[in-house]
């Protein structure tokens, strides 16, 4: 995958099977790739293309504008999930809590004259039109991998923006610590928020810095297409080194505050569900292991479990993020 790095303005190549080895951090290491010899840029490209063969798009949703998604040279290492499999078996618990549930009644979800509030400790604080923030930075497309807290992981090509693009054009006030998301909780047109699963309307938080790390994308499609309402349309997080609740769908409104957010998930179950939510193998669940998960798309009868990777894979890249903290107690 190619990311356009907002620092040196030069294609960064991260592969989507990422461990400390194989992550491409600079424009040499590109060129390096490169070099390698037409073998390598065929098979990369052919890894590409097959990926998209396995994957038929639905040819429902429009494609996205203003989309780079391109990208010449993708080192798939990693086969994409269907995107059948990706939009059938969701959580979108505003929807109910069947993987399900969201593919059958999300589509009453009302997306036209979609608003972003941006509010807080912020310089310039405002509130954006889907088509004004779609248009705020290049569109990119990524390959991540994203792994829900229940064990099983997922392969998508999303398309979007580092959200530090937007962050910066907003210019964050010295005391803002944590930035928390807000997503939609209409009644009218989300059945099961009035349900008491969850305190509505559902909200995530991540600190400054995570929150302005260049993986933090915020998302407007995958497999080159708007997103489907089951998956957040119109605009999601995607973080990829944590649990994928903390991938907010369907976001109204970004604040900027001095104070830890009090998330959805952590009010719901502290003991379960803390606040940094990094993927990491040696915590477990208080319920249930996290050394290993599923791959959405292989449970077949033979199918092994793989193993999880510490921060899913994006260690090389997040790892210093965390540094002297014991994430045994900041989980
Ligand atoms: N608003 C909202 N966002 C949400 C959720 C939710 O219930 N409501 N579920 C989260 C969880 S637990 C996961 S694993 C991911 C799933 O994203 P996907 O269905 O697109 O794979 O969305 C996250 N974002
Ligand atoms: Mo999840």
Redesign the pocket.
Known sequence: MLIKSSQDGFYHPVASEITSQRVYTGRRDLIKLMASGVAGAALASWASREARAQTPRPGKLAALPHVKSDVAGAVTLEKLTDYKD??S???????GTDKSD?ARHAHTLKTSAWTVEIEGLVKKPARYALEDLLKLSAQEERIYR?????G?S?V?PWVGYSLSELIKKVEPLGNAKYVEFV??ADPKTMPFVGSRV?DW??V?GLRLDEAMHPLTLLSFG?YGEL?PN???APV??VVPWK?????????VKIRFTDQQPAT??SKAAPNEYGFFSNVNPSVDHPRWSQASERRIGEDGLFAKKRKTLMFNGYETQVGQLYAGMDLKKLF
């Not at 994203?146 to 229940?150: I, W």
């Open positions: 990706a939009s078996y969701n959580n979108f618990y505003e929807f969201p994203l792994r829900c807290v229940e099983w997922m998508i997503t939609l969850l309307p559902y995530e995958m997103l089951q998956n957040g999601r997080l649990y994928g609740f903390k991938s907010a769908k369907s976001l959805a998930w």
